[in-house]
């Protein structure tokens, strides 16, 4: 491991920065560098030290962590949000990627997030400046259909329009993300189930344990012992006798909101 990993903590209460540093002390691999309790203390250290990771508090009185952000464009750091709430921000942030800490904040979850991003930052093709720009650009999109998802694959992230994905496959601990006029589908290193909560409310459905599928790219469905979805691009998805129920009510939905 390296030992001289330099950590920014960016908390606007004392309480929360000292819990944050008693806890730091526990990791070898780690240098605190210092610390700020709003944007413009942040910022100005960041200049100076140059940190690999920011723990940013994403509410904070004037100017929040997504401020802070925006105003460091040229930016080389790797951020673990921390925050409260399970809000609105919390979407975008998974959809980019990007770890969180929900208060209190659990010492073991801190120490695997921080080995976690020391392991990303080994990575050659690890790209922190992306994925907060992807954040930033999903956060100022009012149509959340236009959110875009980044995909850690073995090349690197890359980042898909919601609106392009047609199905997603399981492959054990992988899953293969198909897309709409690209005839090459990507293998993204997470399991499905880390994306169905993500992406349910987007017009997607799980009918199987191994398929998820964009319910504006189906053709038809054809019911029967074997209920099946035949998707535009002609790829007949099985839809499994449990599923079966919550897909037609999805379905159902779906064609109201159209």
Same mark, same amino acid.
């Given at each position: 491991m390296v030992n001289d990993f330099k950590i920014l903590v960016v908390e606007d209460e004392a309480r929360g920065r000292n819990a944050l540093k008693a806890m730091l002390k526990t990791i070898p691999e780690? @240098?605190?560098?210092?610390?700020?309790?709003? !944007? #413009? @203390? =942040?910022? =100005?250290?960041?200049?100076?030290?140059?940190? #690999?990771? !920011?723990?940013?508090? !994403?509410? /904070?009185? $004037?100017?929040?962590? $997504? #401020?802070?952000? =925006?105003?460091l464009p040229n930016r080389t750091f790797d951020v673990i949000f921390t925050t409260a709430y399970d809000s609105y921000a919390i979407k975008a942030i998974k959809f980019s990627a990007i770890d969180y800490l929900l208060k209190p904040i659990d010492p073991d979850e801190l120490n695997s997030a921080i080995l976690k991003t020391i392991e990303k930052r080994k990575a050659l093709k690890h790209s922190p400046k992306e994925q907060i720009n992807n954040l930033l650009n999903n956060l100022k999109t009012t149509n959340k259909q236009n959110f875009k998802l980044s995909l850690p694959t073995s090349e690197g992230s890359v980042f898909i329009p919601i609106e392009e994905i047609t199905r997603c496959e399981s492959d054990a601990n992988y899953t293969w993300f198909y897309l709409a006029n690209v005839p090459k589908p990507i293998l993204v290193s997470k399991t499905l189930k880390d994306y169905e909560n993500l992406l349910l409310e987007y017009g997607f459905c799980r009918v199987h344990h191994s398929h998820m599928i964009n319910l504006k790219f189906i053709s038809k469905y054809i019911k029967g012992d074997r209920g %099946? !979805? %035949? /998707?535009? #691009?002609? %790829?007949?998805v099985e839809v499994s006798r449990r599923k079966r129920e919550v897909f037609q009510k999805s379905l159902e939905k779906y064609a109201n909101i159209i």
């Open positions: 780690i @240098q605190l560098m210092g610390e700020a309790e709003n !944007v #413009d @203390q =942040a910022i =100005a250290l960041i200049e100076k030290e140059i940190p #690999d990771l !920011v723990l940013l508090d !994403v509410e /904070m009185p $004037f100017k929040n962590g $997504f #401020d802070l952000l =925006a105003a %099946v !979805v %035949v /998707m535009m #691009d002609g %790829v007949e």
